[in-house]
DNA sequence: AACATTAATACCACTTAAATACCACGTCAA
DNA sequence: TTGACGTGGTATTTAAGTGGTATTAATGTT
């Protein structure tokens, strides 16, 4: 900043009004990556103290870079760039909050909730008795309607003795049990659809899709989740953002 | 300790807030090796005598190296650090390095290295004047003698000079010349490999592989890399750990 | 003249950093 | 076994900084 004021200074001449002018100028500022994704733009006293103009004038240019989606005003906090890419998936989320996020309509559609004998690598990673057994859920998962991915839990039938009763989040679900998810190993690779997961998600056999296998915690560390996730990437594109700790 | 302290005062000037400061102080610290693994920092309550600053602030730094991973807490006993293997691998690293770490031998041969002229796309995403030339790099990744990822790199020319230069590794190479970088965002998607890729890596056409895509930024937030790496899956799964910030 | 737009002032409401004071869990020695 | 002490956990408060809004005056348009 600093000497940035300068060209963020409106013209003299008024033939269009100030609040349009600033707005203007910080959009190509925003842009050029004055500042850069989730950063604090100057407060709006900041601004306006800067380039002599009242507080009011600037929040209405400010208004218009909201408008534009380039930026997003939390009220008493500050006023933050919105990310290019759109957040950084970097916590843990259902797919449900996360295509909220993206501005889609997140729905589901269950193809099978039961009880089952667990496979013998399953007792295994799950920690089970010999006589205990297993829920397995499996969903479509849409996006403003459009198959999006097809998700299969594995899940010790202990901590979901009604696996009807679940609704649309599994995970809501398990915090009323209380067995929440708070920790999750994600595997991350690339497979060609076969001939059951090609129909089910309406993509063509032999199509590349991302399966994600995701290992689900308690606070406890017990595994209590195994998830395998196959999705179409046109919907459902990864992002992380990474760190160098020098 | 006793002397260390000094290192760990925060400044005067407090533009950033201090359980920020104290924070980035530690986490230096830890990665310096002041303790062992396993080992309990000083206690909150020292910490904040020392500093001469309140306990919830140092609490509240304590609480980012938390969330980074690099610590865990004993409620009445104490804060520890974590062992580096059970860290999560949430930092920016190379391929040579991450393949050390799951025990193969990483090599890499080159496929391209060249000055060329940059697509309109390109301009614009590395904000290049019209006259400003890129580096192309092209390599084929190998673990243990096996092609396991075809990568494709694309820098402002003016930041390697001279691409033929480039050793093994790209990030050390750009680390000499005082152009760390320090940020990434990762883009992963599932694609069908094309005759090129399949052949360059070993696979059948159509196969399903990782497509990776990478935009390097430096310290100052300027993009300065831009990497498509294309990965054969059953070499390099991506593994993410997650939390849920309840 | 009537009206909408632009811009300024003054005051309200929310968030955050930081401090204080007190609560709850472990450890360990008596 | 137990209780004192050291550890982390948390509710509350304060001050400063942020956006939110009602009101008003000047300007331009119809």
Chains 1, 2 share one sequence.
């Not at 407060?43 to 400010?62: H, P």
């Not at 089910?200 to 296998?213: H, P, Y």
Request: net charge neutral; hydrophobic share 40%.
């Amino acid at each position: 900043m600093d000497d940035r004021w300068q060209l963020l200074k409106p013209d003299e001449t008024r033939s269009t009004p100030l609040y349009l002018q600033l707005a203007q100028k910080l959009a190509t500022a925003i842009n050029a990556g004055w500042w850069r994704a989730d950063e604090a733009l100057p407060s709006e006293r900041t601004v306006s103290d800067e380039l002599c103009i009242s507080r009011v004038t600037a929040r209405k240019a400010f208004d218009v870079l909201i408008d534009q989606g380039l930026v997003r005003r939390r009220h008493g906090s500050g006023t933050f760039i919105t990310p290019r890419t759109e957040q950084p998936m970097s916590r843990l989320t259902g797919f449900t909050e996360l295509l909220r996020q993206r501005g889609f309509e997140p729905s589901s559609v269950w193809l099978e909730r039961l009880i089952d004998q667990p496979t013998h690598e399953e007792q295994i990673q799950l920690g089970l008795s010999p006589a205990a057994k297993v829920t397995r859920l499996k969903r479509q998962r849409l996006a403003d309607g459009v198959v999006m991915a097809i998700e299969q839990s594995t899940l010790p039938n202990s901590y979901l003795p009604d696996p009807q009763a679940i609704g649309s989040s599994l995970y809501a679900h398990l915090d009323q049990l209380g067995y929440s998810v708070v920790r999750a190993l994600q595997h991350i690779r690339a497979v060609n659809a076969n001939e059951e997961i090609a129909a089910l998600s309406g993509v063509r056999v032999g199509e590349a899709l991302l399966l994600i296998t995701r290992l689900g915690y308690t606070a406890d560390n017990v595994l209590i989740e195994l998830t395998d996730t196959w999705c179409r990437n046109d919907y459902y594109d990864f992002v992380a953002e990474l760190k160098r700790w020098t």
